[in-house]
């Protein structure tokens, strides 16, 4: 029931829970877990982990990678899943940069 979901693949029921107790919608995402395909809190989820470095992003802020000059979208990868495509993503990143 608690498969990866939503923007950042939300997975496990304790980060269900702990993720919309941290965007102010208590339990409702342990009981309702499609809630999180819905794009709006779908991006709730992303944005508070990204600033937060809670839910999915396993205690790291994007702010520890990309920042003022600092920039390293490799290391950056972290936050969610390892270092799974790493490299690629930054190729991605890299490319939406210079756009």
């Known amino acids: 029931v ?17 993720a919309g107790v941290a965007i102010g919608r208590g339990l409702d995402l342990l009981f309702e877990p499609q809630l999180v395909r819905e794009p709006e809190v779908a991006f709730e989820i992303l944005a508070h982990g990204m600033l937060t470095g809670g839910s999915f ?13 600092k920039c390293d979208y490799v290391k950056a990868r972290r936050m969610v899943n390892g270092s799974d495509h790493a490299e690629d993503i930054a190729k991605v990143a890299r490319r939406f940069e210079a756009i």
């Open 2 to 18: 608690y498969y990866g979901r939503g923007y950042v693949q939300l997975t496990w029921w304790s980060n269900y829970a702990s």
């Open 57 to 69: 992003a396993n205690g790291r802020k994007l702010a520890d990678y990309i920042s003022g000059k």
